[in-house]
């Protein structure tokens, strides 16, 4: 997991005031798939992908990534408390894991 210093800033900010243990914790306690993000502006060559998912204290977060398929490397680009709009759509489109 990489994570940019401007995103280790952003993520230290009060609207979001996240750690990375709790985006590994998310990866770890997550029990649907990865939905893609398709709005014309957060288009990437590299889709940009996220989920919702708890750490372990149950604090709910969407984390968002990009993983380079060539390196295998998961570079997080924001996380951050989880919007109950954001919850329902990730609930409604994302598969459970099987």
């Known amino acids: 997991m990489f994570l940019s210093p401007a995103t280790r800033q952003k993520l230290a900010r009060t609207d979001h005031n996240v750690t990375e243990q709790e985006i590994i914790q998310c990866f770890a306690n997550r029990d649907r798939v990865f939905l893609t993000d398709t709005r014309p502006e957060h ?3 590299v889709p940009t ?3 919702v998912s708890e750490t372990d204290y149950g604090r709910k977060l969407k984390v968002v990534f990009i993983c380079d398929p060539a390196s295998k ?3 997080i680009k924001s996380a951050y ?3 109950p709009e954001v919850e329902r759509i990730y609930t409604k489109y994302a598969s459970l894991l099987t």
Do not use: E, L, S
């Open 49 to 51: 992908q996220w989920f």
């Open 43 to 45: 288009q990437t060559p």
């Open 81 to 83: 408390p989880a919007a």
């Open 73 to 75: 490397i998961v570079d």
